[in-house]
Nanobody, 125 residues
Framework: QVQLVESGGGLVQAGGSLRLSCAAS????????MGWFRQAPGKERNFVAA????????YYADSVKGRFTISRDNAKNTVYLQMNSLKPEDTAVYYC??????????????????WGQGTQVTVSS
C-alpha cells in the first residue's frame, strides 16, 4: 500500500524558516515524481513545487521561487520542502503527492494519484 506521511509543519514568524518532510513507502519511487501543494482556508489546493525522483529535476510555482527548495533523499525515500523567508500568505495546509514520472513535471492536482494527510504551516506577521 502506497503511503505518504508529511511532518515538520508548525507556527513561525514572518521571515522565518521551516522544513517539511514527506516520508514515502509502498512503491519504487525512482520512476515517480513528487509534488508539494498547499491549501489555505476557503481556497483551492495550489501547486508549490515538484521534483522528479530519478534525476532530481525541479519545478516551482512563481510565488515560492527563490524562497522554497524541494529535494529528495533516495536512501530515506523522503522528499523535503525547505521554506525560507516565509510570509503570512504562505499559511496553509501543505500536502505531499506522488505521480508516475512521464518525463515532465506537473502542477495539476488531478495528475497526482497518492496524497498525504497534510501538515499545517502558520506564518504570523
Amino acid at each position: 500500500q502506497v503511503q505518504l506521511v508529511e511532518s515538520g509543519g508548525g507556527l513561525v514568524q514572518a521571515g522565518g524558516s521551516l522544513r517539511l518532510s514527506c516520508a514515502a513507502s509502498g512503491r519504487t519511487f525512482s520512476t515517480y515524481a513528487m509534488g508539494w501543494f498547499r491549501q489555505a482556508p476557503g481556497k483551492e489546493r495550489n501547486f508549490v513545487a515538484a521534483i522528479r525522483w530519478g534525476n532530481g529535476r525541479t519545478y516551482y510555482a512563481d510565488s515560492v521561487k527563490g524562497r522554497f527548495t524541494i529535494s529528495r533523499d533516495n536512501a530515506k525515500n523522503t522528499v523535503y520542502l525547505q521554506m525560507n523567508s516565509l510570509k503570512p500568505e504562505d499559511t496553509a495546509v501543505y500536502y505531499c503527492a506522488s505521480r508516475r514520472d512521464y518525463g515532465t513535471l506537473s502542477r495539476e492536482t488531478p495528475d497526482y494519484d497518492v496524497w498525504g494527510q497534510g501538515t499545517q504551516v502558520t506564518v504570523s506577521s
